[in-house]
C-alpha cells in the first residue's frame, strides 16, 4: 500500500485527465520514475505558463500520448522538483496532500506542502 504525506492511505489524484506516472490516477511511483511525479497539484494558470516557459508546456494537446492538455483547475501529479522550482518562483500550484505520495518529502517539506493545501488556499 502506498501512503501520502500525512502518513494515511495514498487517495486517487485525478482520473480526468488521467494522471500518474502509471496512469492509474495516482501520484504513485517506483524506482524508474525519474521525475519523481509525487505531488498531486491544481493546476493554474500561472503555473501552466511558468512550466510551458521552464520547457515542459503542459497546456497543449498531445494526441499522439492521449493528453488533452491540462487547463487551469485540473489536478495532476507532478514532478516534485518541479514544484520546488515553481515554489522558488513563486508560482507552486495548490497542493492537495491526501492524494501526495509520501516520496515527496524527499524533495519538499512537509511545511512547504502544507503552506499550500488545497484545502487552505482553496
Known sequence: MAFNVLGTALVPCSYDPLTGFF???CCNTADDDT???VICVKVSAEFLAYSARRGNDLSTP???FRFRGLKPGDRWCLCALRWRE???AGVAPAVVLECTHERAL?????PSLQAH???LVG
Not at 524527499?106 to 512537509?110: A, G, K, P, R
Open 62 to 64: 498531445r494526441p499522439e
Open 23 to 25: 496512469r492509474d490516477g
Open 106 to 110: 524527499d524533495f519538499v517539506t512537509l
Open 117 to 119: 493545501a488545497l484545502d
Open 86 to 88: 515553481a515554489l522558488d
Open 35 to 37: 521525475g519523481s511525479h
